[in-house]
């Protein structure tokens, strides 16, 4: 073979750094083992203890005008229920109209009350109404009429919504029967809620005439 440095030099550089099976290896460890070390490694840092603590968090959180009290406060609101479920004792004695509509209705229908809405005693504002009926003024009581928000699903039950307006209806010149809750485990015969209906509209009518 020639002794030419020429020749050596260029050998050398087409045959590369690696010259043996072991270099072989050590450059696919560095190659594929290595990279995948470091990053177990910084897995490991993240989910470790070396993370700030909890306290560490709120402080440093107290510095940028957010303390734990307001975080705490946030997290229960978060978490506070939707909504919420009353039990009642069907079997209490229902409020009278008048306790009702002075702790519900008053407010608007009771003197000087509120401009548009009729007043108790105002036989002049009452009298179409009452012209209505019972079930259309109950409805209407309930479900919001107007400007009148929905009356029902407050404090009291709607059989003593219902007594309200009765109440309000009758000291007008009304003349419907102050509803009553049904005796337990009776049921209405065929047509008993129209005749009442009807009963309760009879002297209205007669006495529009």
């Known amino acids: 073979m020639s002794a030419d440095p020429h020749y050596q030099a260029t050998e050398e550089a087409h045959t590369g750094p690696i010259k043996n099976p072991k270099q072989l290896l050590l450059a696919v460890f560095f190659s594929f083992i290595a990279p995948i070390a470091i990053i ?92 209505q009926g019972y079930a259309t003024l109950l409805e209407h009581a309930l479900k919001g009429k107007g400007a009148m928000p929905p009356q029902g699903g407050g404090d009291f039950e709607d059989l003593e919504i219902g007594r309200a307006v009765v109440y309000m209806a009758n000291a007008a010149g009304g003349k419907f029967p102050v509803p009553e809750r049904p005796a337990a485990g009776a049921a209405p015969a065929d047509g008993a809620a129209p005749a009442a209906e009807g009963a309760a509209s009879a002297p209205v009518a007669a006495a529009s005439k």
Request: a positive charge; one cysteine or more; hydrophobic letters at 40%.
């Open 40 to 131: 177990v490694g910084l897995v490991s840092y993240v989910v470790s203890g070396n993370r700030p603590s909890g306290a560490a968090q709120g402080d440093n959180m107290s510095l940028y005008g957010v303390s734990q009290d307001t975080r705490d406060r946030e997290v229960a609101d978060r978490l506070k229920k939707v909504g919420s479920i009353e039990i009642r004792d069907a079997n209490r004695a229902l409020a009278a109209g008048e306790v009702v509509f002075k702790a519900q209705c008053v407010a608007c229908h009771g003197a000087p009350g509120i401009p548009g809405a009729p007043h108790l005693n105002d036989a002049a504002a009452w009298g179409p109404r009452i012209g």
